[in-house]
Nanobody
Framework: QLQFVESGGGLVQPGGSLRLSCAASGSILTIYTMGWYCQAPGKQRELVATMTSSGSTAYVDSVKGRFTISRDNAKNTVYLQMNSLKPEDTAVYYC?????????????WGQGTQVTVSS
């Protein structure tokens, strides 16, 4: 059975920083892409950043230069360092991890962590 534990969200003032983490555990053979998505109230969930197993990264334009995604393969953990936070970054952030299964690659989601940027 797979488990995903997210942490690191909270309330921060504009210009502040947060570091999100998402740890996967259980019977895991191979993890492919790891990523972060966010969903603001009344909006659809959207991609923030992804990182492939080879280390290639991709970011939505609005966070380039401010957010950094990284992963620790030994710990099956993905991180999102969020700097220079803006009120418009306020959302629930979800990790998404693609894992090899008997049925092929499958995407698993974390439970979500709230990030609120406000003075």
């Amino acid at each position: 059975q797979l488990q995903f534990v997210e942490s690191g969200g909270g309330l921060v003032q504009p210009g502040g920083s947060l570091r999100l983490s998402c740890a996967a555990s259980g019977s895991i053979l191979t993890i492919y892409t790891m990523g972060w998505y966010c969903q603001a109230p009344g909006k659809q969930r959207e991609l923030v950043a992804t990182m492939t197993s080879s280390g290639s990264t991709a970011y939505v334009d609005s966070v380039k230069g401010r957010f950094t995604i990284s992963r620790d393969n030994a710990k099956n953990t993905v991180y999102l360092q969020m700097n220079s936070l803006k009120p418009e970054d306020t959302a629930v952030y979800y990790c998404a991890i693609t894992i090899a299964t008997m049925q092929g690659p499958s995407v698993y989601w974390g439970q979500g962590t709230q990030v609120t940027v406000s003075s």
